[in-house]
């Protein structure tokens, strides 16, 4: 058995999500019916694809950050990857009127500002503590600047 999620469960449990995000307005129910999510386009590092992740996310200090925790996996999810190799993507992200969609890129944070900024986010969302308590890698946190 291993801790990384199977990409088969996670992409079905993923378009379940996307899915209903998109028809709800950008609201969803269930166990992340009070959390604020987004979608995140990226370009596959490898295949050149388009590939969508629904996150959780976080405004602090005025910066929309993403969390890589992918449950505290040994490995980051792919969309860390996608990112890393191209930064540009594109968000679609829950607002009064519906889900407002618009040009991001992503800048990874160093460890200095990942540090400072890790402690807001767990002090928001405990689960992440647990998660980065799961894994040896360093959980990594990525600012959504309007491109």
């Known amino acids: 058995m291993t801790d990384t999620p199977d990409t088969q469960t996670i992409n079905a449990f ?3 999500i996307i899915d209903e995000f998109r028809t709800n307005g950008g609201k969803v129910g269930g166990q992340f019916a009070n959390a604020d999510l987004l979608l995140l386009s990226t370009t596959g590092a490898k295949s050149g694809q388009q590939r969508v992740s629904p996150l959780a996310y976080f405004r602090i200090d005025g910066k929309l950050i ?11 999810p792919a969309w860390v990857h996608n990112l890393r190799a191209n930064p540009q993507a594109r968000v679609e992200i829950g607002a009064p009127r519906g889900v ?3 040009a991001v890129t992503a800048r990874e944070l160093p460890s200095d500002e990942r540090d400072a900024l890790f402690g807001k986010v767990t002090a928001a969302a405990p689960g992440f503590a647990e998660y980065q308590s799961k894994t040896s890698r360093v959980i990594p ?3 959504l600047q309007p491109a």
Request: aromatic share 16%; glycine share 10%; charged share 15%.
């Open 14 to 16: 993923n378009k379940t």
């Open 66 to 76: 993403i969390i890589g925790s992918f449950a505290g996996s040994p490995v980051s």
């Open 100 to 102: 407002q969609e618009f």
């Open 141 to 143: 946190l990525f600012e």
